[in-house]
């Protein structure tokens, strides 16, 4: 298991690498940009809590399904709670026949939050013990990937005694033939307590918030562009969201029911999964709360007024654990965004690395 002070430095190495070339000028820049339009499809897929860590629950399918039919063609997938069983089946679906979404050989990465158990029996566990984390996929060929460690949200204690803990993170990959464009994912605690002081130390989801905040600002300060999607555990408006929000849009902000929020995407009222209900999607009017987020460098939208868009969908009620039972392939709703966004034209960042392979 990962210690805090492990954890810290590795956030601190994450931040560095980021930081190391940001004054540096991009090979082959010169000041030249170009506009590409990007479209994201997201999703907290509660790979264990709901779907139990298997890979024949449905929801592998359910999210197959939705993204080989989208129009536009997401560019980047995100997902959120995924098991690595399930990362691996869709990770081999996507590429496959018929309708492959992708032709790319190197399209795929997954990074773990939790690591199983290994005196647990096999089998046994979260995600039946496997890892458990997030994933990103990308309709173009992927260059190298970094995860950035985010601000533990448990103490050394809490580790020791084997108590559940994940390292949050966020997980952000390169395009090969675009290489100022990163797409990242992250999924940040529901913690809401003061870390590692309990009493001086500012709320650990804050703290990781703002770490984010500085890897993007990192990437900016490099000449990249980029889009983060994920669970951010945070509605737009709230206040600990402001450190993002002063310098990122939000895809679904210009919902015309409710602006500058969007659709909800997180199940509180389990009555409630229909888009189509009638009702205002405001968390206010239907107690289900906006987390779900695709962000965008205001800056580097090519029209900051209205060149982008996102809309959230039903969550599907065609899963089954026991094979008998359809339930809710999940408690949060999928979450598809376009934006087009202005990005510098380059063939070279300092500090380029060797890609791995798909993992």
Sequence with gaps: MRSIKRAAAAAALALAAVFASGGAAPAGAAGTTTTETYTVWHWNVSGHKIN??????????AAVGSIKSQDPSPDFVSFNEI????????RDQLNSAP???????????FSATHQPDPAAPPGTG????????????????????QTFILPADYTQAE???????????MLCAQLEDQQSMKFCTTHITTANRRLPDPVNSAKINTQQLGAVRDILKGFTDNGESYLVAGDFNAEPDMSRMGSLMTTHTELDSTDSRCLNYGEWTAIDNPAINDP?????PCAANEGNPKIDLILARTDKLADPAQG????????PATCTIDRETQQLCSDHRVL????????????TLPGDVTPPAAG
């Design 276 to 280: 189509d209900t009638g009702l205002a």
């Design 308 to 315: 982008f868009t996102a809309d959230s969908k039903s969550i």
């Design 126 to 145: 979260i995600c039946k013990g496997q890892e458990f984390g997030n994933a990103l996929f990308s309709k173009a060929q992927l260059r190298s990937s």
């Design 52 to 61: 139990g860590g298997l890979a024949t629950t449905g929801m592998v399918a």
């Design 336 to 347: 598809i965004g376009t934006a087009t966004i202005t990005l510098p034209v380059f063939t």
């Design 99 to 109: 309708n492959a979404w992708t032709q790319a050989t190197n399209y795929a990465r």
């Design 83 to 90: 098991c690595y069983a399930q990362y691996k089946e869709i």
């Design 159 to 169: 580790a020791d005694s084997g108590a559940y803990h994940e390292d949050r993170s």
